[in-house]
């Protein structure tokens, strides 16, 4: 029986000469940096060049062709339950069923993340998202951009201290990249770490994060 | 905007147990397949059309009947599952669903296991419940039929476990439907053996202890091994 870790012990992601490949093509190579407490690191380069490679070792789904990760002070392998319960990843697609309706989308995702899914935080996290009057909608009447926000919804309620997020300004308006970026601030002001590929900026409080360039 | 609210409603630690896992797994699958239309029909039309289209094309002499129709019911139960196991994970993954199941603090075997039984519960008992009204049409007695009925309870989940890790193996793969076909199918021999031999069997005058206990043997090895074998896989097709 494990239990989610408060977001207020401190939290370190290594990266170690980190290298990808896809099939036969070397995508990145000897990639490292650290990120500590309350540090923001946007990954850029040019479409093909490994950022969704690199956020997928970063977030424990693959396993680097060398190189590798330490997450708070220890190396780790894809898929171990110490790093599962301290990250969160949104991949591209925003993992929501089209039969189920967007509430029960939200609930069973946070269910999913260790939270208790009750009446009242499902509730709380459709109000953030703007997606009050679609509470009962089956998800495939929503549109793109409304599916990314259930998504980031249940981001913003999960414990994670290490937020993964692959382009996750796809398909989100104005608002919804503001929200997303006051999210992100208040995720590094709490001492979490994020690591984004974007193309398009977010407009942080913070100060400029740190960025790295692939390819 | 305040996500203050939020995570003061979400103050709690939860534990991480496989039984959690696996109701939440099961319940959400379930509630999906009630949803889809048509998920839930098509498999049992198939399967009274396969098992009713035999005693039409063969010759309807009754010794001869009674003596397929132990077999023919148990394949066409095989291919029924084999219909619906390539959706058991190729939803999730192609929404993204199958990658927040991989890295969910929950174990994903329990995860999976859940899937399973939700498949089970769609394809495999609605065909134990059915199998001993469609074969009358083979001149099978009361008790050859019971047995059937209970062969499949016991059998079907095997077809689903095992079909399950054929589903995560051929994940992402083009033509996936016909290799899983190919990988399951042997795998799925001894149950078919079994449950078929189960009915003989009783129509023999011999009990059925055996066979039943055999299927249940596979059914505890199936049960405890196949969901680890298909989390496996799963994460190697997200590699």
């Given at each position: ?215 | ?30 509630r999906i397949a009630v949803r889809t239309k048509g ?114 309870l016991l059998g079907t989940p095997v077809l689903s ?79």
């Amino acid at each position: 029986m494990r239990r989610a870790r408060p977001l207020t012990s401190s939290v370190h992601l290594e990266a170690q000469h980190l290298a990808g490949t896809r099939g036969a093509a070397r995508l990145f190579e000897d990639v490292s940096f650290r990120l500590d407490a309350g540090d923001v690191l946007f990954v850029r380069g040019p479409n093909g060049s490994g950022k969704t490679t690199l956020l997928r070792v970063l977030a424990g789904l693959t396993q680097p062709s060398s190189g590798r990760v330490v997450v708070d002070g220890e190396p780790m392998q894809p898929f171990d339950a110490r790093w599962r319960a301290r990250v969160a990843f949104v991949g591209h697609a925003p993992a929501v069923k089209d039969e189920l309706t967007t509430e029960e989308n939200l609930a069973a995702l946070l269910a999913l993340s260790g939270e208790v899914a009750s009446a009242e935080a499902v509730h709380e996290g459709l109000r953030a998202a703007g997606l009050e009057r679609q509470r009962v909608l089956p998800a495939r009447a929503l549109s793109q951009g409304q599916r990314r926000r259930i998504g980031l919804a249940r981001l913003a309620a999960a414990q994670r201290a290490i937020w993964v997020l692959d382009e996750p300004t796809t398909a989100l308006d104005a608002a919804g990249v503001g929200w997303l970026a006051a999210l992100v601030d208040s995720h590094a002001a709490r001492g979490g770490i994020a690591v984004a590929a974007t193309h398009q900026s977010l407009p942080l409080q913070r100060g400029a994060p740190a960025s790295l360039r692939l390819g | 905007m305040s996500t203050g609210a939020l995570r003061a409603a979400l103050d709690r630690p939860v534990d991480f147990s496989p039984g959690r896992a696996f109701t939440w797994a099961l319940a959400r699958d379930l509630r999906i397949a009630v949803r889809t239309k048509g998920e839930l029909g098509v498999q049992l039309l198939f399967y009274v059309i396969v098992v009713s289209l035999f005693p039409l094309a063969t010759a309807p002499e009754r010794t001869l009947l009674a003596m397929l129709g132990p077999g023919v019911l148990w394949v066409a139960a095989l291919l029924a599952s084999l219909l619906s196991l390539p959706r058991l994970f190729a939803g999730d993954h192609a929404d993204g669903t199958l990658e927040q199941l991989a890295l969910s603090p929950y174990p994903l075997p329990a995860l999976v296991s859940g899937k399973i039984a939700a498949h089970w519960l769609t394809t495999g008992l609605p065909v134990a419940v059915l199998a001993p009204l469609l074969a009358a049409q083979y001149a099978l007695e009361d008790l050859p039929r019971l047995t059937l009925a209970a062969a499949l309870l016991l059998g079907t989940p095997v077809l689903s476990l095992l079909g399950a890790v054929g589903a995560a193996l051929t994940l992402g793969v083009r033509g996936g439907g016909s290799l899983l076909a190919l990988l399951v199918l042997p795998l799925c021999v001894p149950v078919l053996i079994f449950g078929a031999g189960a009915v003989e069997a009783v129509r023999a005058g011999l009990p059925a202890s055996p066979h039943l206990s055999l299927l249940a043997a596979c059914l505890l090895v199936a049960a405890v091994g196949t969901p680890f074998a298909a989390a496996a896989a799963i994460r190697i097709a997200l590699d």
